[in-house]
């Protein structure tokens, strides 16, 4: 039985390029004993499923579906199957980022180190659609506290990059929320506070998170999506006791969200 599942979902935006250099990420990692679990939601582009098909590394296992049900629902999918085989820890990837060669083995070597901990994230160094460094890495705060305590304004980790124990997903019973729009983590996150989860973070940057203009004009404004994040917020002050603060964070983001898309970026710059 090996140690890790790690789970990924593509859908047919993913460019080939990107898709790659993740992959690549993950198979070249300095801890080996893993198995790599990715979901199509719905149809990908066909040289991205040439390139995964023609894949002959044994710890790959593909699923395959004809219609896009969204992110939540993909990682869900993923976890029904990997959590009844017995997996010691669950990795998280997205197919346009890239992983350190080392983040595995450091991560693991955390959680070992601290068994009261149920998820371990880290810092993330940012790159553009080209890979170009953008000279911005976001760091969080590693202590479990200070993670708490972080998540009244923002989330505590960088969603791809974090490494969960088994014991996040038997505490709170259920794997990604589907309630809120586009707001999978953040719901996730509340759940796993709500139900005694311990969060907390490396130092160390593990993942190349690339930024797009569609991570910006799909994914980071319309009022959908921020009135989404608005009700989740207040509920999350309101259910955790963050207080007046918690609110007023969660007002100002939703203001920022339905801004200019320059607002948004120069926000998104100064404030990350």
């Not at 991560?107 to 080209?130: R, S």
Request: hydrophobic residues 40%; contains cysteine.
């Amino acid at each position: 039985m090996k140690q890790v599942a790690v789970i990924m979902s593509l859908y047919k935006n993913d460019k080939l390029e990107y898709v790659k250099l993740a992959v690549e990420s993950i198979l070249n990692q300095t801890f080996k004993d893993f198995d790599f679990y990715l979901q199509y939601d719905g149809a990908v582009r066909t040289e991205v499923d040439a390139y995964l098909s023609g894949l002959s590394d044994s710890r790959i296992e593909i699923r395959r579906r004809a219609d896009n049900r969204g992110l939540a629902q993909s990682l869900n999918d993923l976890l029904d199957i990997v959590m009844p085989k017995g997996y010691e820890y669950i990795a998280r990837m997205d197919a346009d980022d890239i992983s350190v060669l080392d983040r595995f083995e450091k991560q693991i070597a955390f959680l070992e180190a601290h068994p009261k901990v149920d998820m371990v994230g880290g810092a993330i160094n940012e790159i553009d659609e080209n890979g170009n460094d953008r000279g911005k890495i976001v760091r969080y705060p590693c202590d479990p506290e200070a993670c708490r305590k972080f998540f009244s304004k923002r989330n505590p980790v960088a969603h791809p990059a974090v490494m969960f124990r088994k014991s996040f997903f038997e505490k709170v019973s259920s794997g990604y929320p589907t309630d809120f729009v586009r707001n999978e983590d953040t719901r996730l996150w509340y759940e796993g506070y709500r139900n005694g989860c311990v969060i907390a973070n490396l130092a160390d940057v593990l993942l190349e998170f690339r930024m797009t203009d569609d991570m910006f004009n799909q994914r980071r404004n319309g009022f959908v999506f921020a009135k989404s994040q608005l009700e989740l917020r207040k509920k999350i002050a309101a259910d955790l006791g963050y207080g007046v603060i918690s609110y007023f964070y969660a007002y100002a983001t939703f203001l920022m969200m339905i801004s200019p898309n320059w607002v948004i970026k120069l926000a998104y710059r100064l404030l990350r």
